[in-house]
């Protein structure tokens, strides 16, 4: 019983490297999400998608980009890391529903430095 | 004023206690409510879901929801050990856009159950 599992686990950076992190779920879920984590900030969107082939910019976006080519994986890539982007990395699943009405899964995230 | 307010704690309690964790928020569309847990270096779990205002209990833990005081509670009966971990209350609804995507989290408490 996987749920959503999140790839690698920990990774550390140069400034200006670029690396993709990548997120699976088996759940048949519509919706996936990306969030970062620091401490003092809490859970911030990055970005989301609702569907596959569609996706959509969160309340952080910049530095980043996402891709849902499959149902059940969910892409965030960062092009030109940055040491702000330093932070853990978490995916979440949910069903579709209105109005955000669908509780979301998450998976135990990607810890990544830059240095 | 934030969206959502959690006091970060710490908190600390001897085992067999009964915890009350506690959100506010502003947002009155708000009308689905959250508590994951989250254990050190794992991704938040989904606790307890409830839909507009009334309790939920599910074995030692009860959800709360008071909307008219825009306030949820997280009640924790015979609290043990094991219960030691991050508590994130989130909360999600439609806005004026016609739908929300976007979970509002709060900044979490962490709590220590003593033996």
């Known amino acids: 019983n996987a749920g959503v599992t999140q790839t690698p686990k920990f990774r550390v950076l140069k400034t200006g490297q670029s690396m993709t992190l990548l997120c699976a779920q088996d759940?048949?879920?519509?919706?996936m999400y990306w969030y970062r984590q620091d401490p003092g900030m809490g859970l911030r969107l990055i970005h989301y998608?609702?569907?596959?082939?569609?996706?959509a910019k969160g309340e952080v976006p910049d530095g980043y980009n996402v891709s849902r080519l499959k149902k059940q994986n969910f892409l965030l890539g960062l092009e030109s890391a940055a040491p702000s982007q330093t932070s853990v990395y978490f995916c979440?699943?949910?069903?579709?529903?209105?109005?955000?009405?669908?509780?979301?899964?998450f998976g135990d995230g990607t810890r990544l430095s830059i240095l | 004023q934030k969206e959502v307010e959690q006091d970060p704690g710490p908190l600390s309690v001897p085992e067999g206690a009964i915890v009350s964790l506690n959100c506010t928020y502003s947002?009155?569309?708000?009308?689905?409510f959250m508590w994951y847990r989250q254990y050190s270096r794992k991704g938040p779990e989904l606790l307890m879901y409830?839909?507009?205002?009334g309790n939920k209990e599910d074995g030692r833990f009860t959800a709360q929801v008071d909307k008219s005081s825009k306030y949820i509670s997280l009640f924790i009966r015979d609290s043990q050990p094991s219960d030691s971990a991050t508590y994130l209350c989130?909360?999600?609804?439609?806005?004026?856009?016609?739908?929300?995507?976007?979970?509002?989290f709060g900044k979490g408490t962490l709590l220590t159950v003593n033996p």
């Open positions: 947002n009155s569309a708000f009308q689905y």
């Open positions: 989130a909360m999600n609804g439609l806005n004026s856009g016609g739908s929300n995507y976007k979970l509002t």
């Open positions: 409830t839909y507009s205002s």
């Open positions: 998608s609702v569907g596959e082939g569609t996706t």
């Open positions: 979440a699943s949910s069903r579709a529903g209105t109005g955000g009405s669908q509780p979301q899964h």
């Open positions: 759940m048949n879920h519509e919706y």
